[in-house]
C-alpha cells in the first residue's frame, strides 16, 4: 500500500529519514511552508525558503523515490511581524501561480492577535482567487476556542469547505471541523497531543471519512514515520485494507487534486542526477 504523508518539513530532516520513510511505503508528501524556529528578518529568507520547497526539496525527495509538493503561505508566528506581513502577502501570488503548490498554507492562528486575523483574511482571499485548498493550522493553547474561531472565519471567508484542511485536531474538535464540511487531519507526535493508539481509538468512533493523520514531522522531536505507523496500528486494531488506504492515502490524494497540480506518477530515482550542479551524492562517486 502506498502511503502519504500530507503534512512534513522535509527541509528540517535528513536522508536516513527519507530513506526511512520510502522503505517503510511513503511514496508522496506535501511540505507546508512554516517557521523556521527562529524568527526571519527580512522577505528574501522567505523568497529563498519558498524556491527551496519548489526546487532543491522535491529534487532531493525525488532522489528517494517519494514525490513532493509544497503549500505556500506566511506562517501565523510570522504574521505578527507587520514588515513581513506586508512583503510576504505581496510576493505570495507569484508563488501561488506555481506547477507544485497544491495548497495555501500553513495559515491560521498561533496566539489569536489582529496581526494574524489580517493574515489569515488575506490568504483565505488568495486561496480563493487561486482556485487553491488552504491548510489551517490550529494554535496549541485554548484549542477549541481557537478552532472555533478558524472555522468561522473560514465561513466568513466564502471559501469551499472541501477546499479547507484543518490541522491539528483532537478529540474535542474533530467533530466541530467534520460538521462545518472541512477536512479534519491529525498530527502525530512522539510524546504529545495525538499518538497511534489514540488515533485509532478516534478513528473507530468517528470514521475514516475526510480524516487525515500526517507526522507534522520538522525541526523538534517528532518522528517521520508516524504515517505508516499509523497504518499499522490501524491494521492490528482490525482497520480493513480500504478504510486504511481511504486514511493514508486516497483522502489527501482527493484534497489535494483539488489544486489540479498534484502529480503522483513514480520519480526515477537517478541518484547521479543534479539540481542546479549539485546531487545528494557529496563526494560519493557514480559507478
Ligand atoms: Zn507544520
Known amino acids: 500500500?502506498?502511503?502519504?504523508?500530507?503534512?512534513?518539513?522535509?527541509?528540517?530532516?535528513?536522508?536516513?529519514?527519507?530513506?526511512?520513510?520510502?522503505?517503510?511505503?511513503?511514496?508522496?508528501?506535501?511540505e507546508p511552508a512554516f517557521w523556521l524556529g527562529q524568527p526571519r528578518t527580512n522577505v528574501g529568507s522567505f523568497l529563498d525558503y519558498f524556491d527551496g520547497l519548489l526546487g532543491w526539496e522535491p529534487f532531493r525527495a525525488s532522489q528517494f523515490g517519494i514525490v513532493h509538493h509544497c503549500t505556500i503561505a506566511l506562517n501565523p508566528k510570522e504574521a505578527n511581524d507587520p514588515g513581513l506581513r506586508r512583503d510576504v502577502l505581496e510576493v505570495l501570488p507569484r508563488y501561488l501561480a506555481k506547477d507544485g503548490v497544491v495548497a495555501v498554507g500553513e495559515v491560521g492562528y498561533d496566539s489569536v492577535t489582529p496581526g494574524e486575523d489580517e493574515a489569515l483574511a488575506a490568504q483565505l482571499e488568495l486561496a480563493r482567487a487561486h482556485g487553491l485548498p488552504v491548510m489551517v493550522h490550529t494554535p496549541h493553547r485554548d484549542k477549541l476556542a481557537g478552532t472555533r474561531r478558524t472555522l468561522d472565519v473560514v465561513r466568513e471567508a466564502g471559501i469551499d469547505p472541501a477546499d479547507v484542511i484543518v490541522d491539528h485536531n483532537n478529540e474535542l474538535t474533530v467533530d466541530l471541523v467534520r460538521d462545518a464540511g472541512c477536512w479534519a487531519a491529525f498530527s502525530i507526535y512522539p510524546d504529545t497531543k495525538m499518538d497511534e493508539a489514540r488515533m485509532v481509538r478516534l478513528l473507530q468512533e468517528h470514521g475514516t471519512e475526510r480524516m487525515l493523520v500526517n507526522s507534522a514531522a520538522d525541526w523538534g522531536r517528532s518522528d517521520p514515520l508516524k504515517v505508516p505507523k499509523t497504518a499499522a496500528a490501524m491494521r492490528e486494531a482490525g482497520f480493513d485494507a480500504a478504510a486504511i488506504e481511504q486514511v493514508v492515502w486516497t483522502n489527501p490524494v482527493e484534497v489535494y487534486a483539488r489544486s489540479g497540480r498534484l502529480e503522483l506518477d513514480a520519480v526515477a530515482t537517478d541518484r547521479t542526477a543534479t539540481f542546479a550542479g549539485n546531487s545528494v551524492l557529496r563526494g560519493e562517486r557514480p559507478a
Open 1 to 30: 500500500m502506498r502511503l502519504f504523508d500530507p503534512h512534513i518539513h522535509m527541509t528540517s530532516r535528513t536522508t536516513d529519514d527519507y530513506e526511512a520513510m520510502a522503505a517503510a511505503g511513503v511514496a508522496a508528501l506535501v
